[in-house]
């Protein structure tokens, strides 16, 4: 299948980030459990494909926030749309996120997890737009520092599609639908 747009990283290193990634949660979580919280859509494939690379046990939840809509740009209004269904108190928690750009949702997401007094809370992205937070956010485990341009593939959308191209792209504005 011919590629979309301009690829920004390929499958392979996508591989070789999530296993990286995989191996610093395994052995910073060696002697605690852990609770993935995977933020829906974007992270699914990244959740998919992370957990199988942890190599200690790990429970699974899910938030679904709303932050884009359909538009490129972020609005800084964040909802939930799904709340997890695990108490998080006195647990060890690390977010997968797809992609921090302004940083507002995970910023938001920090504030209204903590109220919940877990133990930790560690973020992992796949990427990471550079320069750009409008608040800075620690990322623990960071597979890529990108440029700040738009980008879809592995889970990333543009108005719900191209989530499932096995890369990260940056579209050309002429391979927007209009
Ligand atoms: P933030 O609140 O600006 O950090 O944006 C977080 C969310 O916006 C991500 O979880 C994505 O769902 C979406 N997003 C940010 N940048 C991009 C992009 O380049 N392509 C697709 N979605 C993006």
Known sequence: METLGTVLITEEQIADA????GAEISADYADSDVLLVGILKGAFLTMADLSRQI????EFDFMAVSSYGDATKSS???????DL????SGRHVVIVEDIVD??????YLLENLWVRKPASI???ALL????IQEIPIEVKYRGFNIPPDFVVGY????????RNLPYVTVLDPDDLPS
Request: aromatic share 4%.
């Open 18 to 21: 999530v296993a990286r990634l």
């Open 55 to 58: 190599q200690v046990p790990v």
């Open 76 to 82: 800084g209004v964040v909802r939930i749309l799904k």
């Open 85 to 88: 269904e695990q108490e998080i």
């Open 102 to 107: 302004t940083g507002l949702t995970l910023h």
């Open 122 to 124: 560690e973020i992992a």
């Open 128 to 131: 990471v737009k550079e320069g």
């Open 155 to 162: 889970g990333l959308d543009y108005t719900g599609l191209y």
